[in-house]
């Protein structure tokens, strides 16, 4: 029997996106629901009424939730393709540090930068950029932040990419002045076209956050 | 060459216990370090700079930090042991999904019922029986969270039942009275030596909180 495999999702975020990179990767077949975040489909719901947040990966009719959680599934699923998580228990551990750290770190700081104004969004981008130069740090001169391959960690860093524009908009500066090394390892992962056909065009993001801005009576 | 495993730690912190009951669980020898949570070690901040949180495990000279990281670490690494987390992918995710929602959800609900007063210390003694009933419902009835024996989810929760007294005294009410199974589970693992031997008396815990309480002027 096939699996069958459904992916509810919205398409600027960037949770979401780390489920359909990693599905990507792994060349498996699904079908991509897109929900409505003001009018949440019942299947949503239903699969995750813990926290009823998008992404849920739906594996022949069981839900798994949260997107790191997602990628590693995939990862332990799929074998016959490259592991996206290394294979050595502490280099493991690195990986879920990082993983964890840019979940418990960036998308606060990103969010100060378009939902801000004055001071604290000033606080938001002098955060957002020591966040990336840290994962900078970790970075090094390695081509992915695993090593040789594109891995687990850069999946769960690169979805912040298709942001970065609306960021840089937003907070009126530059993520490349600050963190050129990033940014040359973020243009190396969109060569790969399990993140180039995934992410969505920086113009559409930007759009979608003036849309939110003006939501908010933030315009 | 024998292992050198050092634990960088604080008694009373349910995180910290984490790693302890892990390290019980497979039998690995260490060293236990104390940290001064108010004076912290040069090597505390040296192995963990960007939270400087304890728990630290390190291993042959190389940290792993953040408690869940650090018991599927040792789960990962010695293996001769039974495994801590399931075999099978799905029942994974779902360990992962449950550890992660008492991170998200758990400690901070705790936390008000003890560092605050009226109206928010009411709303987290609601919080912390909503969270545990979930936590209820997926135990089902099974003996341990993921089934016939002792692992993963268990050791992410069990830790904080060392705090239910001094939640319980400083909240006026009994989680045992809403949550009579969840309790049930909670004396099981305590028939553990992994658990009993690690998880500090409740009184000492009670007495560490109003310590704590005399500290924020709470008293």
């Given at each position: 029997?096939?699996?069958?495999?459904?992916?509810?999702?919205?398409?600027?975020?960037?949770?979401?996106?780390?489920?359909?990179?990693?599905?990507?990767?792994?060349?498996?077949?699904?079908?991509?629901?897109?929900?409505?975040?003001?009018?949440?489909?019942?299947?949503?719901?239903?699969?995750?009424?813990?926290?009823?947040?998008?992404?849920?990966?739906?594996?022949?009719?069981?839900?798994?939730?949260?997107?790191?959680?997602?990628?590693?599934?995939?990862?332990?699923?799929?074998?016959?393709?490259?592991p996206l998580l290394p294979s050595d228990p502490y280099l493991r551990a690195r990986s879920r540090f990082w993983a964890d750290f840019i979940d418990k770190k960036l998308y606060d700081a990103g969010r100060k930068i378009w939902a801000t104004k004055g001071e604290e969004q000033e606080a938001g981008k002098k955060e957002f950029i020591e966040v990336l130069k840290q994962l900078e740090g970790e970075l090094g001169n390695k081509p992915y932040f695993e090593g040789e391959s594109f891995g687990f960690l850069d999946i769960a860093l690169i979805t912040f990419y298709s942001w970065f524009y609306a960021f840089e908009t937003c907070g009126n500066f530059s993520i490349e002045a600050e963190c050129p090394k990033l940014i040359a390892w973020a243009k190396r992962c969109m060569q790969k076209e399990s993140v180039s056909k995934t992410l969505p065009d920086k113009n559409m993001v930007y759009e979608f956050v003036l849309g939110m801005k003006k939501m908010f009576g933030m315009e």
């Open positions: 029997m096939a699996d069958e495999v459904i992916l509810l999702d919205f398409w600027a975020s960037m949770f979401g996106m780390r489920a359909r990179v990693a599905l990507a990767e792994k060349g498996v077949k699904y079908e991509y629901r897109e929900e409505d975040l003001r009018n949440k489909s019942p299947l949503l719901l239903q699969m995750n009424p813990v926290h009823k947040k998008i992404p849920v990966l739906i594996h022949n009719g069981k839900p798994v939730c949260e997107s790191l959680i997602i990628v590693q599934y995939v990862d332990e699923v799929w074998r016959d393709k490259d």
